[in-house]
Structures are given as structure tokens and as C-alpha cells.
């Protein structure tokens, strides 16, 4: 009797990980092949040494490790800050290669350049 729940359990879970195996892999197929330039993040950031490290490396750990859609760009525009928010920037920079690191006047013309089609 205990053969057949133990049997029954195993059946099950082998069944649902080929469910999840099978649902990975169409998502994977119908939604990745799709064309798209990759989505751009604009950050606007003034005086926010305390956090900025923490909740840039949190979008980039959704985006890069995660489900998510490709991200192209990782836009931070820097509003004149007077604290240490500047090089904190320019580390993380260093690091990852798709964060550029703007004034809010450049920014600007990067969001009027973008090209809608």
C-alpha cells in the first residue's frame, strides 16, 4: 500500500517537472525570438549616494540573471549631485558595460533621438 502512494508521488512530481520543462521551453521560443532592440532604463538619480549602488545592482540582477526582457541600456542621469553619488556611478560603470552615465541635458536628447518605428 505504501509502495503504490510513494510510486503515485514520484509519478506526479515527474510529470509536473516535464509540465515545467515543457512550458520553459515554449516561453522560451515564442517570447526570446521576438524582434526587439531591448528595453532602456532611465534613472534619474540627485544626492542618492546611500542607495543608488543597491537599487542599480537590483534592476541589473532582475534583468541579467532573471526572466526578464533583454535590457539595452541603463541609462542614469546624474542631476549635479554634491556627494559621492558621481563616483559610486562611475564604478558601477566600470563594471557593467551597458550603464552610461549622462547629465539631464543629454539625457534629454537621447529620449528625443530615439527613433519610434
Known amino acids: 500500500m505504501w509502495d503504490f502512494f510513494i510510486n503515485a508521488t514520484i509519478w506526479t512530481l515527474a510529470f509536473y517537472g516535464l509540465y515545467e520543462i515543457i512550458k520553459n521551453i515554449i516561453y522560451i521560443f515564442s517570447y526570446t525570438n521576438l524582434k526587439s532592440n531591448g528595453i532602456y532604463v532611465i534613472v534619474a538619480a540627485k544626492n542618492q549616494e546611500n542607495i543608488i549602488e543597491g ?45 552610461q552615465i549622462t547629465t539631464w541635458k543629454e539625457c534629454k536628447e537621447i529620449i528625443d533621438n530615439i527613433n519610434v518605428s
Do not use: P
Not at 66 to 95: F, P, R, V, W, Y
Open 55 to 99: 537599487f542599480i545592482r537590483g534592476i541589473l540582477f532582475r534583468f541579467l540573471y532573471g526572466k526578464e526582457d533583454n535590457i539595452k541600456d541603463i541609462i542614469i542621469a546624474d542631476l549635479n549631485s554634491k556627494d559621492s553619488t558621481k563616483q559610486i556611478l562611475d564604478k558601477m560603470k566600470n563594471d557593467y558595460n551597458n550603464i
